[in-house]
C-alpha cells in the first residue's frame, strides 16, 4: 500500500490539467484535481471558446450586410447582448458538464476549492489534507493590469463575457492578439471603438507584413487605432462614462476600459514558499525539458511556465508528462517547431511557423511570396476588404518555413497547411500541389513569382 493518498494530485482543471489528468488515471495512476473556479480553465470559460462565439455574433453584421450584393434583403432590426452572453452560458455549462464527466468517468477524484502546498507531497483543500507521491501544477494564467489612477474603473477578458449591456463606446488597451480581437468584436457589434497600445504597431512577434495589412484593413473598418498611447488616469464622470487621460496631453471619453495588456501566471496563495519550488526571471514557475520543478516531487505544465500560451501546447504537455510518469515507454516530447495558430479577430488571422523576420535573424536568405487580393465572396457585395497571403521560403532548402493569413477562415487553412509544414513541405511541393478552384486557399499554390529575393 502507498503511503499517499494519491500518486498524481493536479492542481488546476484547465486544458493542460484536466489531460493529464486523464491520462495518468488511465494508465493506472490514483488521480485526484482540485479547482476553485470552473472546469476547464480559461480556455473553455472566459478565453477561447466565449471569445470565439462573440467573434462570430461580431462577424453577423457584415454577413447581413453583404448578403444585400447576393439578392438577400435582410431587415436587422436590433442586436440583443443579453440574449448572446445568456446562450453563452448555456453553452459554457454544457461544456463544464461534459469536463466534469470526462474527469469523473476516468476515475479522477474531483475536489472543489482553492489549493495550497503545505509541503512538496501535502495539499489542503479547505480543512482538509491530502498526501501525494507527486503534484502538478497548472492553474494558468490571469489577467494583467498595471497600477495607475483609476485602475479600478477597468474590465479584462475575465469580466468582459458576462457584461449586463453592451456599451455605446468601448477602449480595448493592449496590443496583443486578445486586445486585437476583442477590439474587432466590440466594433463589431456597433460600438464605437478605439484601441490604444503604448508600442509602435500592434501584433509584436508576428510578421510583419501581416501587421501592416491589419493596420489598414481595421482602420477601414472604422476602428480608432492609436499607437504610442499610454494611459495615465482614467477619472470616472457624474454620469458615469469613463475618461482617459493620456501620456500626450490628449484624452479620450468612452464607456468602457477592457485592459488586455498580457497575462501572469496565477500563483498567489498557492504555498510556493512551502516547497523547493523556484521562480525564473519572468516570474514564471521554472522547470526543466521534463516539466520537472526545482522540487523532484513537483511538476507544471502550461501557462504558469515560460512556455507557448495556447491551449494545444498545454494539451501536449499534459499528454507528455502523463506519458512519461506512468507509461514511459509511449513518452514523446512535444515539439514546439511549426506552431500554427489563430487571431480571432475581423478577418481572422492565421500564422504558421517563421516570420519573415525571425527566418532573416536566423540567417536564411528568402524567397517571399506575397499576394493581396480580394477574395470571391466579397465581390458581389461590394466589399473592397482584401485578404493577405504569405510564404516564406529558404532559398538553399526551398523549404516553407513560414505561412500567413489574413482573410475568412484562415484558421481552418492555416490548419490544414501546419500538417505540410510538419511534414517539411518544400516550395515545390506547393508548386504541385493542385488548388482547389475557386477558394482563397487556392492562393498558396498558386504563387509562383517571389515578391523579394535575398
Known amino acids: 500500500m502507498s503511503e499517499f493518498d494519491f500518486d498524481l494530485f493536479v492542481i488546476g482543471a ?16 490514483r488521480v485526484a484535481v482540485a479547482e476553485e473556479l ?72 474531483l475536489i472543489h476549492g482553492r489549493a495550497r502546498l503545505l509541503d512538496s ?54 496590443g496583443g492578439y486578445i486586445a486585437v480581437e476583442f477590439a474587432s468584436i466590440f466594433n463589431g457589434l456597433g460600438c464605437q471603438t478605439s484601441l490604444l497600445y503604448r508600442g509602435e504597431q500592434f501584433l509584436r512577434g508576428f510578421d510583419q507584413g501581416l501587421r501592416d495589412h491589419m493596420v489598414v484593413t481595421m482602420q477601414n473598418k472604422g476602428l480608432d487605432l492609436q499607437f504610442n498611447a499610454q494611459v495615465e488616469r482614467i477619472d470616472k464622470q457624474a454620469d458615469g462614462s469613463l475618461l482617459l487621460h493620456l501620456h500626450n496631453g490628449e484624452t479620450l471619453e468612452t464607456d468602457l476600459v477592457l485592459y488586455a495588456t498580457g497575462r501572469r501566471p496565477k500563483l498567489d496563495g498557492l504555498g510556493l514558499e512551502n516547497t523547493a519550488v523556484t521562480l525564473d526571471e519572468k516570474g514564471f514557475i521554472a522547470v526543466d525539458e521534463l516539466y520537472q520543478t526545482t522540487d523532484p516531487a513537483v511538476f507544471a505544465i502550461g501557462d504558469v511556465t515560460d512556455t507557448i500560451q495556447l491551449t494545444p501546447v498545454a494539451l501536449a ?27 480571432f479577430c475581423i478577418p481572422n488571422i492565421g500564422t504558421l511557423g517563421m516570420t519573415e523576420e525571425q527566418a532573416r535573424a536566423q540567417g536564411y536568405k528568402l524567397d517571399i511570396f506575397e499576394s493581396r487580393f480580394r477574395p470571391m465572396r466579397n465581390t458581389l457585395a461590394g466589399n473592397a476588404e482584401q485578404s493577405f497571403m504569405k510564404l516564406v521560403v529558404d532559398q538553399a532548402s526551398d523549404r516553407v518555413l513560414g505561412v500567413h493569413m489574413v482573410g475568412p477562415d484562415a484558421g481552418e487553412i492555416i490548419q490544414g497547411l501546419a500538417v505540410a509544414l510538419k ?32
Not at 493590469?145 to 480595448?172: D, K, M, W
Not at 500541389?433 to 535575398?454: C, K, N, Q, W, Y
Request: contains cysteine; charged residues 25%.
Open 14 to 29: 484547465g486544458s493542460g490539467g484536466v489531460r493529464a489528468s486523464r491520462m495518468a488515471a488511465g494508465f493506472g495512476a
Open 38 to 109: 470552473y472546469l476547464g480553465g480559461t480556455c473553455v470559460n472566459v478565453g477561447c471558446v466565449p471569445k470565439k462565439l462573440f467573434a462570430y455574433a461580431a462577424h453577423f453584421a457584415e454577413d447581413v450586410e453583404d448578403a444585400r450584393g447576393y439578392g438577400w434583403d435582410l431587415k436587422v432590426e436590433s442586436f440583443n447582448w443579453q440574449r448572446l452572453v445568456e446562450n453563452k452560458n448555456t453553452e459554457i455549462t454544457r461544456l463544464n458538464g461534459i469536463y466534469h464527466n470526462l474527469l469523473t468517468g476516468a476515475g479522477v477524484t
Open 121 to 174: 507531497h501535502t495539499v489542503a483543500v479547505g480543512d482538509k489534507r491530502f498526501t501525494s507521491e507527486r503534484i502538478l501544477l497548472a492553474t494558468g494564467g490571469w489577467p494583467f493590469v498595471p497600477e495607475f489612477p483609476g485602475r479600478e474603473h477597468v474590465i479584462t477578458s475575465n469580466e468582459v463575457f458576462y457584461l449586463e449591456q453592451l456599451p455605446a463606446r468601448c477602449a480595448v488597451v493592449g
Open 317 to 343: 504537455e499534459g499528454m507528455a508528462l502523463a506519458r512519461r510518469l506512468y507509461r514511459p515507454e509511449e513518452y514523446r516530447p512535444v515539439d514546439y517547431e511549426d506552431l500554427a495558430t489563430a487571431v
Open 423 to 454: 511534414a517539411g513541405a518544400t516550395k515545390s511541393v506547393f508548386d504541385a500541389t493542385l488548388g482547389i478552384h475557386p477558394t482563397a486557399a487556392e492562393e498558396f499554390v498558386t504563387m509562383r513569382t517571389p515578391s523579394r529575393r535575398d
